[in-house]
Nanobody, 123 residues
Framework: VQLQACGGGLVQAGASLRLSCVDP????????MGWFRQAPGKERELVAA????????YHADSVKGRFTISRDRAKNTVYLQMNSLKPEDTAVYYC?????????????????WGQGTLVTVSS
């Protein structure tokens, strides 16, 4: 599985960004997917996750109501819509494919990882 994450950038607090995670080889369409982030000096954390068909989603408490994960299986793309961005959302964001059809909150159950895209939110 080869995942390509993009859409990061430098924005001001309150702005929106949409991250995309593309799987050009179409090998993760039946896998749960997750978006993680890692801020400088902090551990990587799960931000949002989605099951293979989009029927089940998870959002971390820190982003609930502001971020939305979705997927378009026809385009083999998973999105993370990020609204009302805060400086504490600054991090490298990674997408990852879970081992199975469901998503997981356990990072160790994600097998394939994209290269990361940097999101910087200024105050």
């Amino acid at each position: 599985v080869q995942l390509q994450a993009c859409g990061g950038g430098l924005v001001q607090a309150g702005a929106s960004l949409r991250l995309s995670c593309v799987d050009p080889r179409r090998t993760s369409s039946n896998n749960g997917m997750g978006w993680f982030r890692q801020a400088p000096g902090k551990e990587r954390e799960l931000v949002a996750a989605i099951s293979w068909n989009g029927g089940s989603v998870y959002h971390a408490d820190s982003v609930k109501g502001r971020f939305t994960i979705s997927r378009d299986r026809a385009k083999n793309t998973v999105y993370l819509q990020m609204n009302s961005l805060k400086p504490e959302d600054t991090a490298v964001y990674y997408c990852a494919a879970a081992q199975g059809a469901s998503y997981s909150v356990n990072e160790r159950l994600y097998r394939y990882w994209g290269q990361g895209t940097l999101v910087t939110v200024s105050s």
